[in-house]
């Protein structure tokens, strides 16, 4: 029989978009252990949690101190930097981040010693993008034998109501330069569409963790047109004041349903390997990525030290796994799988 690791799960935005599914999902598995965090005092309480602050690492500190016997932390916000990585590995906390920022999962990475020599386990790349395209990518690579380019394909639905920090995230996004083309690719349930450049983490870490020299991850809505018009304004987006304009529109607007696809294309040679895996609301789906790598996390079968989602042999299956909240996973082609 598997045990499970004692003490308490902190879910920090735990009442957020994403945070909302991961607690309720492991209020289920783990009853009386989960604390729910955010800074709003009040709605924390009410739901039996505490307050927490991610820019305050040393509050945050005092916090973990004050809670005792807190076994994992579930990152559900990002933070401006790896204090709070710090701050859980000094004390042996595991953590699970949803981050999708390339910079502070590297600063995360960076304390792989310091997680390691507590005894703690970080998964990163935690969610949809990154997260279940890593996964993807992971297979695709494996098809060919080793790819020599990942395209990773994100669709998602403008229709859903993604959290004010998932909206601030695309937005600030949106006005990084541009590093590839646009490419046209076909999405199940979705049909053709045209993908733009845009910075997700994951194109970042696989080169790393797998040894795939490219890898571009590009980003396109469900509506055509609010593609079209996003994009446009890409170059606009570089001034604050534009930014704040869309993230208000962007909050406001839902043109579109709530649906969501990855698809990740492997090639090297001529040898060719594409997975997709489509389902609905990416922020559910993301809390739910979190809380069953949580549930994986607790049964000690993690190695110590900060991990990429996609270098952790136990989570693989993790698509396959989600078939049961309507998460569809498909092989688009490829060589015969071994
Ligand atoms: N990996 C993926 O596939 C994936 C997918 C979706 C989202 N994400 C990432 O997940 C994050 C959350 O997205 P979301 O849609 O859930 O956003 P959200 O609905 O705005 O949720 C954020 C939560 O964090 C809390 N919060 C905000 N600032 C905080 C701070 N300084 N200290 C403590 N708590 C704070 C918020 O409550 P208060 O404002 O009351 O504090 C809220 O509960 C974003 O960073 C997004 O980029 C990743």
């Known amino acids: 029989m598997t045990t499970v690791k004692s003490g308490r799960l902190l879910v920090v935005g735990g009442y957020g978009a994403v945070g909302a599914t991961v607690a309720a999902a492991l209020v289920d598995w783990f009853p009386g252990r989960v604390v729910v965090a955010g800074r709003d005092a009040a709605r924390a309480l009410r739901l039996g949690g505490v307050r927490v602050d991610v820019t305050d690492p040393d509050g945050f500190r005092r916090t973990l101190d004050g809670l ?8 559900c916000v990002e933070p401006p ?6 701050a859980c590995f000094e004390r042996g906390v595991h953590l699970v981040d949803i981050g999708a920022t390339r910079r502070l999962l590297d600063g995360v990475a960076e304390l792989d010693g310091l997680a390691a020599a507590g005894g703690a386990t970080a998964v990163l790349s935690v969610g949809v993008a990154p997260g279940l395209t890593n996964l993807l990518a992971r297979r695709a690579h494996e098809a060919v ?33 541009a590093t590839a083309r646009p490419l046209r690719v076909e999405l199940p349930g979705h049909g053709p569409r045209t993908a733009y450049p845009f910075p997700f983490s994951d194109q970042h870490t696989l080169p790393r963790t797998l040894g795939t020299v490219q890898v571009t991850t590009r980003l396109c ?28 529109v962007l909050r406001r607007v839902h043109a579109g349903g709530d649906g969501f696809a990855v698809r990740a294309d492997a090639r090297r040679g001529d040898l060719h390997a594409a997975y997709a895996l489509t389902g609905r609301a990416q922020s559910r789906v993301t809390g739910l990525v979190a809380a069953y790598v949580t549930r994986e996390l607790l049964t000690g079968s993690l190695p110590v030290g900060v991990h990429h989602i996609e270098g952790l042999a136990a989570l693989a299956r993790l698509p396959e796994a989600l078939a049961e909240h309507g998460v569809a996973l498909q092989r688009l082609g490829g060589p015969p799988e071994g």
Request: proline share 4%; glycine share 14%; no cysteine.
């Open 68 to 75: 005792g016997d807190v076994a994992v932390v579930v990152m």
């Open 81 to 86: 930097d790896a204090g709070i990585a710090h």
């Open 221 to 248: 809505l469900d509506s055509g047109p609010l593609t079209g018009t996003l994009f446009a304004l890409r170059r606009a987006a570089r001034h604050p004041a534009v930014r704040q304009a869309l993230t208000a």
């Open 145 to 177: 034998g080793g790819a020599e380019r990942i395209d990773l394909t994100v669709l998602l639905g403008a229709g859903e109501r993604h959290g004010a920090d998932a909206v601030r995230w695309t937005v600030e996004g949106l006005a990084e330069p």
